[in-house]
């Protein structure tokens, strides 16, 4: 099993920046990649980005360049810096992990852009 929590949203104006954490317990170790994704009132799950214990990245066209995911040095945290933000960004951002056999999910964490 594993769990994961969010943590780092908030209210921020367009332009600015915010970091987002998300931290994993349990069995760990059988973790090969983790990932951000978001949903806004209305609209369907979408990728933001994805890392692989190797340290290769993906990232949704639309965050590319502004967005950066990484993994702590124990490998059981993961980041979302998140940088020129846009009121498009506003949505609620979830953690995920995945493992030979499941996709994990956190309670998710609200990202609000305005001014």
């Known amino acids: 099993q594993v769990q994961l929590v969010e943590s780092g949203g908030g209210l921020v104006q367009p332009g600015g920046s915010l970091r987002l954490s998300c931290a994993a317990s349990?069995?760990?170790?059988?973790?090969?990649?983790m990932g951000w994704y978001r949903q806004a009132p209305g609209k369907q799950r979408e990728l933001v980005a994805t890392?692989?214990?190797?340290?290769?990245?993906n990232y949704a066209d639309s965050m590319k360049g502004r967005f950066t995911i990484s993994r702590g040095n124990a490998k059981n945290t993961v980041y979302l810096q998140m940088n020129s933000l846009k009121p498009e960004d506003t949505a609620v951002y979830y953690c995920?992990?995945?493992?030979?056999?499941?996709?994990?999910w956190g309670q998710g964490t609200q990202v609000t852009v305005s001014s």
């Open positions: 995920s992990a995945r493992d030979y056999e499941y996709d994990y």
């Open positions: 349990g069995s760990i170790f059988s973790i090969y990649a």
């Open positions: 890392i692989t214990n190797d340290g290769s990245t």
